[in-house]
C-alpha cells in the first residue's frame, strides 16, 4: 500500500507535470502576454525538440503577424515533434537517427508508421528550416555565388520571384515551393502536404509555407499577398550560407 509520504510526492510530481506542459504549450490567463517565443522544446517524450524561434514572435511585423507566428510554432510545429516522437518510440535504430536522414529515405521507415514519418517528420524539418529562412528586416536580393546561380538560371532576381510566386500560388491545398539545389543547378519547385525536397534528392535553399496556417489570420484566402508579403522577410545570409556550404 502506498504511505502517505509516497502519496504526497507522487501528487507533487504528477501536478508539477502537468504544471510543465501546460506552460510549453500555453500560458496562464494572470500571466503577461510573451513578447519571446518559448525557448523550451515541448515534446512529452523522445528524441525529437522543438527548436525555439530564432527571433520574437513579432520581428516579422507586418508582413508575418505575432499571433501567427505564435501559433504556427508553438502549436503545429510543436504537434509535429510531439507525434513524430510518438510514431517512433520504441522501434530500435529510428530514434537515433536524425529527422533528415529519415525523411530523405522514407523506405527505410517501417510501413506501419512511414505516413506518420513523412507527415510528421517532413513538418519538423520543413519547418525547422522555415524559421531560419526568415528574418527581421529581411528581404532584398542574395548577393555572391547564390545570386550567380540564380542569375545564370532565372536570367535575374525578378524572373526567380515570379517563378517563386507561381510555384506558390499553384500549390493546389497545403504545401509548399521551394527553390532547390539539385546537383550543383538551382530549380523552383513544390511539394504538398508536408513532403520534403530531400525524399526526391534534392537539397531545399529556401522555401514558403503556403499551408494555411501560416497566413491565414491575417491574410485568409488571399495567399498572393501573404506570398508577395513573405518576400520581405527573407534572411538571404541564411540562404546564402546555406547554399556555400552545400556546394562546396
Ligand atoms: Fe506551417
Not at 501536478?15 to 517565443?37: E, L, N, Y
Not at 509555407?209 to 541564411?238: C, M, T
Request: zero cysteines.
Amino acid at each position: 500500500m502506498m504511505t502517505r509520504r509516497q502519496a504526497l510526492k507522487t501528487t507533487a510530481l504528477a501536478t508539477a507535470a502537468v504544471a510543465a506542459a501546460r506552460g510549453a504549450i500555453a500560458q496562464t490567463p494572470d500571466q503577461p502576454k510573451r513578447s519571446q517565443p518559448l525557448i523550451t522544446t515541448a515534446t512529452p517524450t523522445g528524441p525529437f525538440m522543438l527548436p525555439p524561434l530564432p527571433y520574437a514572435y513579432d520581428a516579422l511585423e507586418p508582413y508575418i503577424d505575432a499571433r501567427t507566428m505564435e501559433i504556427h510554432h508553438d502549436k503545429h510545429h510543436a504537434a509535429y515533434v510531439a507525434n513524430l516522437n510518438k510514431a517512433v518510440a520504441g522501434i530500435p535504430g529510428l530514434e537515433t537517427r536524425s529527422v533528415e536522414e529519415l525523411v530523405k529515405d522514407l523506405n527505410a521507415v517501417p510501413e506501419n508508421i512511414r505516413a506518420a514519418v513523412r507527415n510528421n517528420g517532413g513538418g519538423h524539418y520543413n519547418h525547422s528550416l522555415f524559421w531560419q529562412m526568415m528574418k527581421k528586416d529581411g528581404g532584398g536580393e542574395p548577393k555572391g555565388e547564390l545570386a550567380r546561380a540564380i542569375a545564370v538560371k532565372f536570367g535575374n532576381f525578378s524572373n526567380f520571384k515570379d517563378s517563386l510566386t507561381k510555384a506558390a500560388l499553384g500549390q493546389f491545398g497545403s504545401g509548399w515551393a521551394w527553390l532547390v539545389l539539385d546537383g550543383r543547378e538551382v530549380k523552383i519547385e513544390s511539394t504538398p502536404n508536408q513532403d520534403t525536397p530531400l525524399a526526391r534528392g534534392r537539397q531545399p535553399l529556401l522555401g514558403i509555407d503556403v499551408w494555411e496556417h501560416a497566413y491565414y489570420l491575417k491574410y485568409q484566402n488571399r495567399r498572393p499577398e501573404y506570398v508577395g508579403a513573405w518576400f520581405n522577410s527573407i534572411n538571404w545570409d541564411f540562404v546564402a550560407d546555406r547554399f556555400a556550404r552545400l556546394t562546396s
